[in-house]
């Protein structure tokens, strides 16, 4: 009997045990947001303190009561993507803004855009494999090549040697997009820039930055009044360039999706959110690589030892612009792509594009143990744990030869289920662009380490001015 009653007590306790470790939501310890850390864009901090107060899980109540679940460990990352538990219908904060203009303008766009719920983009998607796949790579290819080499020809003739990176490499994403979309050039790299290219640009920052502070104040004044002018500039110069293509006789991406029966309005709505979408982030990407090439000079020799071995490029300005074939051996060179690709991870790892990815759970999950509901917004605190040294041993050196699996949940710089819509076009500008770069300068930084800023994608606290020498072969 005594012995039943034993049996019978460690059977409760194991049971009540089992209750009593799966917590409720309402257990996960919690911070009240405050809206003036948002407001000095450095969430980043603020997460970091609250991670090191509270611990890896935490739940944020924002203003409207809504509660979000931010995650700062690897395996409650995959937690919360397990089985693809996340709601394909969000419809993103940053986005309401630009929704409400389009809908206020029904006539010039054919949907509100790039959400999940409301996506223009999703049909494009197969249009932009396309492009990645078929005969059109190959021109594309060159073009990048050739624009890369108009801006180092811009860059040397400007004989300065400390040069504001980001904002020479936006002129050139700038063109990149023009050729992509509409097969021509936007004379942005010109002389370093015409008037409309930089409106245009300066167009698309700010109406990123009015993204990002919509996620948290909607209501703010004279916000909308700013994104209206901005996006009618946007639509005005983008509808000249679509119908100019559609007249002109050359193969473009414009023409194809012309051909195949998408509206003047269709279009327009999928290339504004194209070069939304695409500009600031592989600028910055870039910008942040270089940055760390040219703190590790050692890293930059093994890659631009890499190069050599494949391609010499002419470095003769006279003969500069004057490509051939041979010269685009890189794109294809398994060596060179590998230690790109290496290089890439490790700018990702350091400098995360954002803060992290936001998913709302479809189902209930069990999380870091805790049940979380569905319907839970959920944010993966990336750009944190990219520099953990739990994670990554010596985090803040820039080590190409970590071995990280690209594709594990703790970079997704390109999302994650719901992924960019043309990230083979992101990496193959990034390619050419270092490529070139590293090819035809010995880039230093001699000034302070430089943090990051969050904005709709992290920027530098301070402009990066890296030192560009021309090599010698
Ligand atoms: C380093 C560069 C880039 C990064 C880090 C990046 C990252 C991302 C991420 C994280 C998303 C959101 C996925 C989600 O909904 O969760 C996204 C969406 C998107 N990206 Fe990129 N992207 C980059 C470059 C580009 C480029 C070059 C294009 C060119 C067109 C592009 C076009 C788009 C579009 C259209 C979407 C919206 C997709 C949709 O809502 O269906 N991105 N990108």
């Known amino acids: 009997m005594g012995v039943h009653k034993?049996?019978?007590?460690?059977?409760?306790?194991?049971?009540?045990?089992?209750?009593?470790?799966?917590?409720?939501?309402?257990?996960?310890?919690?911070?009240?947001a405050?809206?003036?850390?948002?407001?000095?864009?450095?969430?980043?901090?603020?997460?970091?303190?609250?991670?090191k107060e509270k611990g890896t899980l935490i739940r944020e109540r924002n203003k409207h009561g809504n509660d979000c679940l931010h995650v700062f460990r690897i395996q409650d990352f995959n937690k919360a993507y397990e089985g693809r538990s996340f709601n394909k219908d969000l419809s993103k904060g940053s986005r309401q803004m630009i929704q409400k203009y389009r809908m206020n303008n029904p006539t010039k766009f054919f949907s509100l855009g790039n959400s999940n719920r409301y996506n223009s983009s999703l049909e494009l998607r197969d249009f932009v494999e396309f492009c990645h796949f078929g005969p059109e790579r190959r021109m594309l290819d060159y073009q990048l090549d050739f624009n890369m080499r108009k801006l180092i020809l811009c860059i040397l003739n400007t004989k300065n040697s400390d040069v504001d990176i980001f904002h020479c490499l936006l002129l050139l994403i700038y063109e990149n997009m023009g050729h992509f979309m509409f097969n021509t050039s936007l004379e942005s790299l010109s002389a370093l820039g015409n008037k409309e290219a930089f409106n245009m640009i300066l167009a698309l920052l700010e109406t990123s930055d009015i993204m990002y502070r919509s996620v948290y104040n909607v209501l703010r004044t004279g916000d909308y009044d700013l994104l209206k002018k901005n996006q009618d500039f946007l639509y005005s110069?983008?509808?000249?360039?679509?119908?100019?293509?559609?007249?002109?006789?050359?193969?473009?991406?414009?023409?194809?999706?012309?051909?195949?029966?998408?509206?003047?309005?269709?279009?327009?709505?999928?290339?504004?959110?194209f070069f939304q979408e695409s500009i600031e982030p592989v600028s910055l990407t870039l910008t942040w690589a270089l940055y760390h090439l040219a703190r590790y000079p050692e890293i930059q020799e093994e890659f631009r030892r890499k190069i050599r071995k494949t391609v010499s490029f002419?470095?003769?300005?006279?003969?500069?612009?004057?490509?051939?074939?041979?010269?685009?051996?890189?794109?294809?060179?398994?060596?060179?792509?590998?230690?790109?690709?290496?290089?890439?991870?490790?700018?990702?790892?350091?400098?995360?594009?954002?803060?992290?990815?936001?998913?709302?759970?479809?189902?209930?999950?069990?999380?870091?143990?805790?049940?979380?509901?569905?319907?839970?917004?959920?944010?993966?605190q990336n750009q944190l744990v990219?520099?953990?040294?739990?994670?990554?041993?010596?985090?803040?050196?820039?080590?190409?030869?970590?071995?990280?699996?690209?594709?594990?949940?703790?970079?997704?710089?390109?999302?994650?289920?719901?992924?960019?819509?043309?990230?083979?076009?992101?990496?193959?500008?990034?390619?050419?662009?270092?490529?070139?770069?590293?090819?035809?300068?010995?880039?230093?930084?001699?000034?302070?380490?430089?943090?990051?800023?969050?904005?709709?994608?992290n920027h530098p606290e301070q402009i990066i001015y890296l030192t560009l020498k021309e090599t010698q072969i």
């Open 237 to 273: 110069i983008i509808r000249r360039y679509v119908i100019q293509t559609t007249n002109s006789p050359k193969q473009s991406l414009t023409k194809l999706l012309q051909n195949l029966d998408m509206s003047t309005e269709q279009i327009i709505t999928s290339f504004i959110d």
């Open 386 to 457: 990219g520099r953990m040294a739990e994670y990554f041993p010596d985090p803040l050196k820039f080590d190409p030869e970590r071995d990280i699996n690209y594709h594990t949940l703790i970079l997704m710089p390109f999302g994650f289920g719901q992924t960019c819509a043309a990230s083979w076009l992101a990496k193959r500008q990034m390619l050419a662009a270092l490529v070139r770069m590293i090819s035809s300068f010995e880039i230093s930084y001699h000034y302070n380490e430089i943090g990051s800023i969050n904005k709709l994608y």
């Open 34 to 51: 405050a809206t003036e850390v948002y407001n000095t864009c450095r969430m980043h901090e603020a997460y970091a303190s609250w991670h």
């Open 6 to 32: 034993i049996y019978l007590k460690n059977v409760e306790m194991s049971w009540k045990r089992y209750f009593t470790a799966v917590k409720t939501f309402q257990d996960v310890p919690s911070f009240t």
């Open 314 to 380: 002419p470095i003769h300005k006279s003969c500069f612009l004057k490509g051939g074939d041979k010269d685009l051996l890189y794109f294809h060179n398994g060596e060179i792509v590998d230690y790109f690709n290496k290089i890439l991870v490790e700018t990702f790892r350091l400098n995360y594009p954002t803060i992290g990815l936001k998913k709302v759970l479809s189902t209930s999950q069990n999380i870091g143990g805790y049940l979380i509901p569905a319907n839970t917004l959920v944010t993966t």
